[in-house]
């Protein structure tokens, strides 16, 4: 992590945590991925995949008021303005970073309309690994196809996706469209993207994906559109309508394998129609490799 990634984390944390943050070696910080905070529980950081305290000198315990404080920082003391991101459990950070968040839910007609009593939240800290996807998107520009890459959590789906969307618009020239639901992938700032997606990539950030490649279709005319995080059918059908439209696409979901497209309802719904010919499948190194789904 560079010192403007560290201040960027520290800026949402209480003070004794950034600091016990700041006081890891250099070695060591550079290897953060997670920072997690249970209400009760010692603060742990995940350095490398592996979670251990974050302090060794004296245990760092997590309170109402060390979540208070987060969550009132990460949204600007202003609950109201994140209310969306916050019925879905987590807040978009400057720099891509996000804030997951679990607790008591509130319901108004059955619907979740946002969390209170948080109980736990983990600060996820973006990573961006410049020529990552340079094997995929060698692939793509010898055969244009869509590309859906699968993973674990933390395997780095997110990470590879984003240096794909760039290589494939600033080394291959072409236009991407790029949907930002959760404000991670590009992490827009006053509609500045704070990491590098490409000079040839238009982002709409925290729309719904269907409305979002809607909007990317009408107004934009790309050849790729990219999106994160397959969860809902209706981004399932949203993706099979732009396929229909000549668009290329690119996408990630959580799995294991390839069997995982088939023993799960929503993916075997997206296996089935055939929408996506190309398979990246990520293991829990941060290693891929493609396969083909036809």
């Known amino acids: 992590m560079t010192d403007a990634r560290v ?3 520290c800026a949402v944390l209480p003070q004794e945590v950034a600091d016990a943050l700041l006081a890891l070696p250099p070695g060591r910080r550079e290897t953060l991925e997670e920072v997690r905070l249970r209400r009760g529980c010692e603060i742990t950081a995940v350095l490398a995949g592996r979670e ?3 302090s060794l000198e004296r245990p760092l315990v997590c309170t109402g008021d060390t979540l208070e404080h987060l969550v009132n920082t990460a949204c600007g003391y202003s609950a109201y303005a994140a209310a969306d991101a916050l019925r879905q459990g987590f807040l978009p950070l400057a720099g891509g970073h996000r804030l997951g968040l679990c607790g008591t839910a509130v319901l108004s007609e059955g619907r979740v309309t946002t969390l209170k009593e948080i109980s736990s939240a983990n600060l996820r800290v973006a990573g961006q690994r410049l020529g990552c996807a340079g094997a995929v998107a060698d692939a793509l520009g010898r055969r244009p196809e869509n590309a859906l890459i699968l993973g674990p959590p933390g395997s780095g789906k997110t990470t590879l996706l984003r240096d794909l969307v760039r290589q494939l618009s600033d080394r291959l020239g072409q236009r991407v469209g790029l949907v930002d639901s959760r404000g991670e992938l590009a992490a827009c700032v006053d509609g500045q993207p704070q990491l590098a997606v490409g000079r040839r990539t238009d982002v709409v950030s ?3 994906k269907a409305e ?3 909007l990317l ?3 934009m005319s790309p050849r790729w559109i990219a999106v994160d995080e397959i969860t ?4 399932v059908e949203a993706m099979a309508g732009a396929s229909y439209c000549g668009v290329g696409l690119l996408a990630t979901a959580h799995g294991y394998g390839r069997e995982d497209l088939a023993r799960r309802p929503l993916y075997r719904r997206l296996a089935e129609l055939g929408v996506f010919s190309l398979l990246v499948i990520l293991d829990g190194q941060k290693q891929y490799r493609m396969e083909r789904m036809d």
């Open 206 to 208: 925290l729309m719904p």
């Open 217 to 219: 279709i009408r107004s």
């Open 7 to 9: 201040r960027q984390i």
């Open 52 to 54: 251990a305290p974050l």
């Open 212 to 214: 979002a490649m809607e």
């Open 232 to 235: 809902a059918p209706a981004d």
